[in-house]
């Protein structure tokens, strides 16, 4: 299982601020760590809710492993600018589905209801479909 240290490295790496076999310096790993966690509180506002704590840097990610890869993608992005970067075109298509898969998992899915006064027309109740 991946930590919080393992998703910001790779994020680091693929916006090339921490080339291979490169360890991520400790003012980095401060900054990128309180990136991360700042972007998955964020999430909420955008519809996503992850339930997300405070990750330290040694804390095992706490999403599913098939979603490493667009946070990661996400992340970089995120820190690109702040590193003065700026994501190529695969880490930015990686983002955008890592984002669309997270909203697919943790997005609520509110339920339609219709008042009863536009069911009814005169005597017969009316039933009508969304789906066609």
């Known amino acids: 299982m ?3 240290a393992d998703i910001y490295t790779h994020a680091l790496k693929r916006i090339r601020v921490v080339g291979a076999g490169e360890p991520v310096s400790a003012e980095d790993a401060v ?4 990136a991360l966690n700042q972007m998955m509180f964020s999430w909420k506002v955008g ?3 992850t339930n997300h704590t405070t990750l330290l840097a040694t804390d095992d990610f706490p999403l599913e492993p ?3 890869r667009g946070v990661i ?3 970089a992005v995120y820190l690109a600018p702040l590193w003065g970067k700026e994501a190529d075109a695969q880490t ?3 983002a955008e589905s890592g984002w669309n898969s997270l909203l697919a ?3 609520p899915i509110n339920l339609l209801t219709v008042d009863v006064g536009l069911q009814r027309v005169g005597d017969a ?3 009508y479909s969304v789906l066609g």
């Open 2 to 4: 991946a930590t919080a």
């Open 31 to 34: 900054d990128a760590l309180a």
């Open 47 to 49: 519809g996503v809710d």
């Open 66 to 68: 098939e979603f490493e």
């Open 73 to 75: 993608a996400l992340l």
């Open 92 to 94: 930015q298509m990686d």
């Open 105 to 107: 998992s943790y997005s």
């Open 125 to 127: 109740m009316r039933r």
